[in-house]
């Protein structure tokens, strides 16, 4: 909410580097004027360097799954109301908003940090298990930046505690799937004729860690990398 006010009295330290939680900003105007700041504005986005997460990009990097031909990312978590009543803050659209600038927006990130930025979206929110200003259902179509489609579906009404974040990348040769509560497992599934030759006998299909809370354990290698 107060994000911008924030980043807006640190810029006149033009030197500095300056580390903003998410969501960065909620009002688009504020990221325009952001942009002429001096100061480099780094948000915080963890999951990005999870485990599994960073055995992606290297599969991507290598083309292993070959072409891509779509994409598909899906929320599934749990946030009932009294999630909500703890903090007058929580769900309004000045000071929090839905659940896809708050919650997914780690899940939009990995996503873009994967296969690139977006160009185009047509979506539609609701509101469907809570009492809030914001939404906890959204439903989406992307397209990103280099002409992939990407399909969207985030919500926090879940009624039981077994969440999960996924993003499922297809390609030309095989899927790779990110998986768990925050991405934080991977699987690499290769079309017939291409196993072998591309991982090789006995080699790994399978990659990521288990995690005791849905924020990951990505912070501590984006502070060393900073």
């Excluded at 960065?24 to 952001?34: D, E």
């Excluded at 930046?145 to 985030?154: A, E, F, I, K, P």
Aim: net charge positive; aromatic share 12%; hydrophobic share 35%.
């Amino acid at each position: 909410g107060n994000h911008f006010d924030i980043v807006k009295k640190l810029e006149r330290k033009n030197n500095w580097q300056i580390i903003v939680e998410k969501p960065t900003f909620l009002n688009p105007s504020n990221f325009l004027q952001a942009k002429d700041f001096k100061n480099k504005i780094i948000p915080i986005f963890q999951n990005r360097y999870n485990k599994s997460v960073v055995k992606a990009k290297e599969i991507l990097s290598k083309n292993l799954i070959g072409d891509i031909h779509y994409a598909s990312l899906t929320l599934d978590w749990f946030r009932p109301q009294r999630y909500y009543n703890l903090a007058d803050w929580r769900g309004s659209w000045l000071n929090d908003g839905g659940v896809s600038t708050n919650q997914g927006i780690h899940y939009f990130d990995i996503t873009n940090h994967l296969l690139g930025g977006f160009k185009n979206v047509f979506a539609r929110m609701r509101r469907i298990a809570v009492d809030i200003q914001c939404e906890d259902y959204l439903v989406a179509f992307f397209e990103l930046n280099s002409g992939l489609n990407l399909d969207v579906r985030m919500t926090t009404a879940l009624r039981h505690p077994e969440e999960e974040a996924s993003l499922v990348i297809n390609g030309s040769k095989g899927t790779l799937k990110l998986h768990g509560v925050c991405c934080n497992k991977l699987l690499l599934t290769m079309g017939d004729g291409n196993k072998e030759v591309i991982l090789g006998k006995g080699k790994k299909t399978e990659w990521g860690e288990e995690v005791e809370m849905p924020y990951g354990y990505g912070h501590k290698t984006m502070f060393k990398i900073l």
